[in-house]
């Protein structure tokens, strides 16, 4: 039906703008093919019915049950092909059992899965009302696709090498801090800038931290004096660490530090390393820890 709105009649709202529909979540589908994956490497014959929760359709399998299990799976892709139907690509750690019963890892493969979804959008489906059914089923066995393309990530944005001494101010503030965060042996207060939210790892995983190796953004060519305040360093801070056991674990954090007072104190934390703005990932060939899994990871590509 069309509205007329004439002159002499009352003034009109304007239309409000409709909100736009919510994109549909993945989650749902993509937890039901990682299980379904998982079922379906674990499965062979004469216990096809295990595959029954995931998949309705006539299966035969000729391998034997429990020669192939997946270790982890994981979903490394999603994406709706249509509304309420999703193709969903899982990486799988798959380890195998020889002919004497000895079990030897084949390394990660990737399988690819259609998903059918009934429910609210945020199930994966497309029903409007969020009290709607949810479901979810296989629309066939799962196809082995090649792994994703390798890249090479872009050059990170800490071009100045600082070293590990802690003659250099904000390397030594690095090295408390850490120590602080990854230990608890000491205040982490000390070491933040006012108002940062930074909280210590709770309980202290570590023993002991030393710092072997620091890089920032910075273009000054001293490292013993302190700029004036407010201004901030990016570093890159590899750390050795050493648990409880004497256990040694290596890691890598990113952190900002500001200067004040003739000190430098961390800001943040970062969420991961910052990359140099002029620098873009590139392809790679992809490589493989061994000859299994490589031969794991080349098979052909699904239509």
Known sequence: MTAFVTSSGPAQEAAKTAAAPSAASPVGPAGFAELFISAYLQAGRGTEREL???????????????????????VIASREAQPGYWSITVAADVSAQDDKGKTKRLGVQY?????????????????????????????????QVAAPTAIKPGALAYESDRGSSNADPAVDTANGFLAA??????????????????????????????VTGVQDDSTS???????????????????DATDQAGRPVSLSYALTLKSRASRWEVASVDDAPAISASSAPTTAPHTTPDSDAATATSSPSAS
């Open 111 to 143: 399988f690819r899965v259609g998903i059918q979804a009934t429910g609210p959008t945020g199930a994966g489906g497309t029903a409007k009302s969020s009290t709607a059914t949810t479901g979810y089923a296989a629309t066939s066995l799962p196809a």
């Open 181 to 210: 965060y990854l230990t608890g042996t000491s205040e982490l207060d000390r070491y933040a800038s006012p108002g940062a939210r930074l909280k210590a790892i709770s309980p202290a995983p570590y023993a002991t931290v030393k």
């Open 221 to 239: 060519t001293t490292q013993q004096k302190v700029p004036a305040d407010g201004t901030v360093l990016h570093q890159l801070v590899q750390v």
């Open 52 to 74: 029954a929760p995931y998949y309705s359709g006539s299966v035969a399998l000729s391998v034997e049950p429990g020669a192939r299990t997946a270790t982890q799976a994981t």
